[in-house]
């Protein structure tokens, strides 16, 4: 398996089969809620040629939840069309003030489990001010290796009493 950070929070892991995108900020839309949070890094826009499988929202925060990357790779033209898991608080917004009604967004959350073959996502505890908000355990099936993704989380001892040993 392959994991690319793709500036800020995102993640993209590539296994033989499958594209996992992990809260993709791939605009500058943090832009429109203060002018002063600018960009640090340029947008590849060679990351909008991927169709990713999966795309996880672990947090509501729009540096976590871009919708407009979201709806980029929502509304891309022919069959394709991502899965999106997304914690309760984006998945509401998504639904309800982006328009993400006839795109596959469906809400996921702590313990769950989503197997896509030659990968398993589970939704692990997070700590944050979004209460929805969920970390990720990403299984290579083929060789058995774990990752684990924070997100958008503080750190707990609590939290990490709660994580797999392996």
Known sequence: MKVMWIGHGGLLFIS????????????DSLR?????????????RRLFLLKPDVICLTSSHPD???????????????????????????????????????ANLTMFENGLEWSLGDMTI???????DDRSAFGLIITDNEDGKKYYVASNTLYSEELIASLPTD
């Open 122 to 128: 589970k939704a692990v505890g997070a700590k944050s």
């Open 64 to 102: 976590r939840a871009d919708f407009k990357t979201v709806k980029a790779f929502a509304n891309k033209r022919g069959s394709y069309q991502p899965t999106i898991r997304a914690c309760a608080n984006a998945f509401i917004s998504g639904r309800d003030n982006w328009g993400l009604q006839k």
């Open 16 to 27: 033989g089969k499958n594209k996992i995108l992990i809260d993709p900020y791939l605009s």
């Open 32 to 44: 429109l809620i203060n002018r002063l949070f600018k960009r640090r890094m340029r947008i590849k």
